[in-house]
């Protein structure tokens, strides 16, 4: 929308603690409007450069103040207008040389502004700010009533200061996570993908937290937060903020005994409230409590959030488990939460969730390490005896015996539920057997996943919705579950594809989305949905929900860093194993990936058939690494600090060599033959893969959710 004049958006402007100040601004050069339609307009992840013929125009955020820099310079005539737009401007007034106003409906706040140099005058003129043409722009603060005459001085005084540490922070982010290969594209994708993820991390409620997303989830979702910390925080090497996001979420957990929420982090967390009403936030706060770990190796922190955890698992047993070890819940209390008129389920799923047993697992498997680490026996002893009935009795009530198909959730009166939906990819660590999970994935892959991303639900089922949103149809919520392309499900999908040796194809819908970041929508940004089906016309899916969703993005960095790099610390044991798994299309690349004290550093070369593969360690102590190639065998080597391992595989066997820091061979190594097992287990794969594709619309006009016809339109508040 950067060539849209008065953006008259519901969710546009200058927000500040999530009150509106401005909806939109209007420039003029002697009272000729500056059309952004007629301008060139470059955008960079720090400013908004547009290029007018008689002006150029830049708009600048800055770190952590309520402040906004309107660069107006290259002006050709006398004066320039400002008009600021929306409801929520008041009654303009000149204090001291700039203009101040009251937001309407806000309280002991105010908006001043004043030109870029503070010897230029401004004045009002009906709605507008008038000033010079050689103001060089200019400056709006937000603050106490009476207190935002100095605020503006600090600006005029350390505007480029400000605007060189957001750059540098900008840059130090993508030094940190610097990648280059024979793809210029995936590069540049990779580093606005990062850049704008990490612009949703905010701090309120006095911590620091991750924004679901923009426009409309300016708070904390526990659930969103969670899923998208592994790729926005913890791939990226901000363990500060982690650290600071995962002790702010626990101050905020209900440890009240006799609440019927006990033991649970918040799933919604913002400047009006709390709320507690989802049953996969806290799990996945507990599992990310350990991934934490994992990533740094910081043990004083185990001590520090143990007893949250603590309350969190054992709350969940008293209060949520059945006799099997299965975590219950709400219909609507999982990830597919949407409710008509915030009381009818648009896709229930109680009262047990495949994908919620899964993370139930994944919290009990991560409590019992951290319960073994501060020593504490019978936690670890009775968390560990649950998991495992857990994981005994899946395997019975969760998979079909005749058709191998797994359950997307069981009903509270004991029916099982045979939709195909995307949840079964969560739980294959509960599965024994690689061919149901085989089977199940590929039936996902070529039914569920477009080339545009995760599909919610099947076409073929009754309760299919092929548009997100299609008001003469439909309630949207109707569809937000039931068949709308989610692509925070592209991670998972991706994942188990590269687990299955099936990467090709996986790159190809990570391509897609890198497309999606660089050339449609908001740049840097994946959506928070999308169409399943192509609307009439059209080659692609239209894009719904959020512009730019924490969780997409998040999932789109980890599986790249975790599983295309196959980059996987356990810095709580001084480990790093590291699995790539690159598409062909790949030939070159170099990158690196921060973890505990130091980093590990990764050049990858590509000759015909060989391949060569170079890490190093940059931290201050020793770690074991472990490189799991295709088809060989494992070659485990501790690494000193500065020290390298090389290796190049040939067709018969890898080469492994192992250099000091200034690059000194140390030792020399062939490790011949193929590890049987890999070799085996590759077989299977191609075999359950072959000739695997993605999923294509079937449009077809006898569908039930399209069968009605609403005229007028339904929309959001609509009770049929």
């Known amino acids: 929308m950067t060539g849209t004049d008065c953006w008259n958006d519901g969710n546009a402007g200058w927000n500040v603690r999530a009150k509106r100040m401005f909806t939109d601004y209007v420039l003029s050069v002697d009272g000729k409007m500056l059309e952004r339609k007629c301008a060139t307009t470059d955008v960079y992840p720090y400013q908004l450069k547009r290029t007018y013929v008689n002006a150029h125009e830049t708009l600048y955020m800055v770190d952590g103040k309520n402040v906004l820099f309107l660069e107006v310079n290259h002006v050709a005539g006398n004066q320039i207008e400002l008009q600021l737009l929306g409801s929520q401007v008041g009654q303009l007034k000149v204090d001291r040389n700039m203009v101040v106003y009251q937001p309407e409906g806000i309280s002991g706040e105010e908006v001043r502004v004043a030109t870029l140099l503070d010897e230029s005058t401004i004045q009002i003129r009906g709605q507008q700010i008038v000033a010079d043409a050689q103001c060089g722009g200019f400056v709006f603060v ?48 990779m580093s606005w993908i990062e850049l704008t993820a990490y612009e949703l991390v905010a701090c309120q409620h006095g911590g620091w937290g991750i924004y679901a997303g923009f426009p409309w989830f300016t708070d904390f979702w526990g659930r969103d937060m969670f899923i998208s910390m592994p790729g926005v925080v913890l791939c990226t090497g901000q363990f500060d903020v982690a650290r600071d996001i995962l002790l702010s979420f626990a101050k905020y957990q209900d440890v009240d005994p006799k609440s019927p929420t006990y033991g649970r982090v918040p799933n919604r ?32 922190f185990v001590k520090q959030i143990y007893e949250n955890v603590r309350i969190a698992t054992d709350a969940s047993i008293e209060l949520y488990a059945d006799e099997k070890g299965y975590l219950t819940h709400a219909d ?84 099982k539920d045979l939709q195909l939906r995307p949840n079964t990819m969560y739980a294959y660590e509960l599965v024994s057997s690689d061919d149901v999970k085989m089977k199940d994935m ?30 003469h149809r439909y309630h949207k919520d109707d569809a937000y579950h039931n068949g709308t392309i989610w692509l925070w499900l592209n991670g998972q999908a991706m994942q188990r594809m590269i687990e299955y040796g099936c990467q090709d194809i996986a ?95 990764f050049e990858y070369k590509s000759f015909g058939d060989s391949r060569y593969y170079r890490y190093a360690w940059t931290g201050k102590r020793a770690v074991t690494l472990t490189v799991d190639l295709p088809f060989f065998s494992d070659v485990k080597r501790e690494l000193a600090p500065g020290q390298m391992l090389e290796l190049e595989t040939a067709a018969n066997g890898v080469i492994v060599r192992l250099l000091d820091a200034g690059g000194k061979l140390v030792a020399k190594e062939a490790v ?11 077989k ?37």
């Not at 709320?275 to 990310?288: A, K």
């Not at 011949?672 to 590759?682: F, H």
């Open 142 to 189: 937000c603050g106490p009533q009476g207190k935002t005459y100095p605020m503006v001085v600090d600006c005029r005084q350390n505007k480029e200061v400000w605007l060189s540490e957001r750059k540098d922070r900008m840059q130090a982010l993508l030094s940190d996570n610097r990648l280059s290969t024979n793809l210029p594209t995936l590069d540049k994708a």
């Open 269 to 300: 967390l913002n400047l009006e409230g709390i709320l507690y009403n989802t049953t996969d936030g806290t799990p996945r706060f507990v599992i990310q409590v350990y991934d934490y770990l994992k990533y740094t190796g910081d043990m004083a």
């Open 332 to 415: 609507a209390d999982t990830w597919m939460d949407a409710k008509r008129q915030s009381r009818y389920p648009c896709s229930p799923r109680g009262n047990r969730a495949v994908d919620i047993q899964a993370l139930w697992y994944g919290q009990l498997d991560a409590a019992t390490k951290l319960a073994e680490f501060m020593g504490k026996k019978k936690d670890a002893a009775r968390w560990s005896e649950i998991a495992a009935k857990l994981k005994s009795n899946f395997e019975k009530d969760f998979i079909d015996a005749e058709t191998g198909r797994i359950f997307d959730h069981l009903n509270a009166d004991g029916t």
């Open 442 to 471: 590929r039936a996902i892959w070529e039914n569920l996943v477009y080339p545009w991303g995760v599909s919610s639900l099947s076409q073929d089922d009754d309760q299919f919705h092929p548009y997100h949103e299609q008001w």
């Open 507 to 601: 790159f190809e819908l990570f391509q897609n989305m890198n497309r999606q970041a660089l050339s449609e929508g908001a740049v840097g940004s994946l959506s928070e949905c999308a169409d399943a089906w192509c609307r009439p016309g059209q080659k692609w899916a239209r894009r719904s929900g959020t512009f730019l969703q924490a969780w997409s993005n998040g999932e789109h960095i980890r599986v790249w860093s975790q599983y295309f790099l196959g980059i996987r610390p356990d810095m709580l044991e001084r480990n790093i194993t590291v699995s790539p798994r690159l598409p062909k299309s790949m030939s070159a690349l170099a990158t690196q990936a921060k973890m505990g004290d130091g980093a590990i550093e």
């Open 672 to 682: 011949n033959g193929y590890d049987a097992a890999k070799v085996e287990s590759s």
């Open 684 to 720: 299977k794969h191609s075999e359950a893969f072959q000739n695997v594709v993605f999923a294509e619309p079937s449009y077809r006009e006898n569908l039930k959710s399209m069968s009605r016809y609403f005229d007028p339109a339904l929309d959001y508040y609509s009770v049929e």
